[in-house]
């Protein structure tokens, strides 16, 4: 089969003609660095076309829909992101349905899923709440991996009613009984009947002063809402969502937060002067303090 024909014009124009692997990964260095270019690449052979690196190897690209693969390129090459170009991002060894206008999960996330189970594994009739569900990763995975008889209920809050779609179809596809309700973080029910064992929230935590460090595939592509919050007020969704824990949470009840490293300490303060039982920082794998762990 023909290989791709070079041409003298710039580095983003989208070849026309069969492509091996090395001619998809060649425009996406223009984007990403190398690595991350090869892992970008080769996440799309297996995710989307099934191919093995074996199957690389041997030149299986070369049987791929050429038409679909100058799509899937030329998507890249705007800077949007793979788990938007594919529709889909692992989670916890799960794979969930994302795309623009919700969050796509990040592996730092997951020790909050791993770290509430830890935590409710030996009790009985766990209630547990996700604030800012987005995907729906977070509860669908606590839900999964908890099980079923330690389970009374798991409910997830969106204010974005298209995160609620996308995570109500999440939890049905993967069979995970999560039951998604449209709340608004910053106004939690004032009062309620309702208590929870674990209330757990990936809130956005960055700060508009911060957005000149990040790449363009976040600042274009997902949601604002879910990612920034006022320089005057970074702990504005902590501070919220803490409040509603002091009277919704049980005994011993649990808070979980990532947190944005910078504001560790004050969040930390935050808590300890509303009255929280014990506050606890945790490291993610790069050693910054990214997760809080409240006890009422």
């Not at 796509?104 to 791993?114: A, D, F, K, Q, V």
Request: one cysteine or more; hydrophobic letters at 45%; proline letters at 6%.
């Amino acid at each position: 089969m023909a290989r791709m024909v070079r041409q003298s014009c710039p580095s983003h124009s989208i070849p026309v003609l069969p492509m091996t692997f090395q001619d998809f990964l060649h425009p996406l260095l223009a984007v990403y660095d190398s690595g991350e270019a090869r892992a970008v690449a080769r996440l799309v052979m297996e995710s989307r076309y099934g191919l093995s690196l074996t199957d690389i190897a041997c030149g299986e690209v070369e049987r791929c829909d050429e038409r679909d693969l100058e799509s899937v390129l030329a998507r890249l090459l705007q800077s949007e992101p793979v788990q938007y170009v594919l529709g889909e991002a692992a989670f916890c060894g799960r794979k969930f349905r994302v795309g623009p206008g919700v969050l796509i999960p990040r592996p730092e996330t997951e020790w909050l899923c791993r770290k509430a189970v830890e935590l409710m594994s030996g009790r009985q009739g766990v209630s547990v709440l996700d604030v800012g569900t987005g995907s729906g990763c977070i509860a669908c995975t606590i839900a999964l991996d908890l099980a079923p008889s330690n389970i009374k209920e798991v409910v997830a809050w969106d204010i974005s009613d298209r995160a609620i779609a996308l995570a109500r179809e999440n939890a049905s596809a993967l069979g995970a009984c999560v039951t998604v309700e449209k709340a608004d973080a910053l106004r939690p029910p004032a009062c309620s009947c309702r208590r929870w064992d674990v209330i757990v929230s990936n809130p956005p935590y960055i700060c508009q002063c911060e957005r000149e460090a990040m790449h363009d595939n976040v600042l274009r592509y997902e949601p604002a809402s879910a990612l920034f919050v006022p320089d005057a007020d970074p702990l504005l969704f902590y501070r919220a969502i803490a409040r509603y824990a002091l009277y919704a949470l049980k005994s011993s009840g649990v808070l979980l937060f990532e947190v944005n490293p910078t504001y560790a300490d004050g969040i930390l303060a935050m808590a300890v002067a509303m009255g929280f039982s014990s506050v606890t920082l945790a490291d993610d794998y790069f050693g910054k303090r990214r997760y809080a762990v409240i006890t009422a």
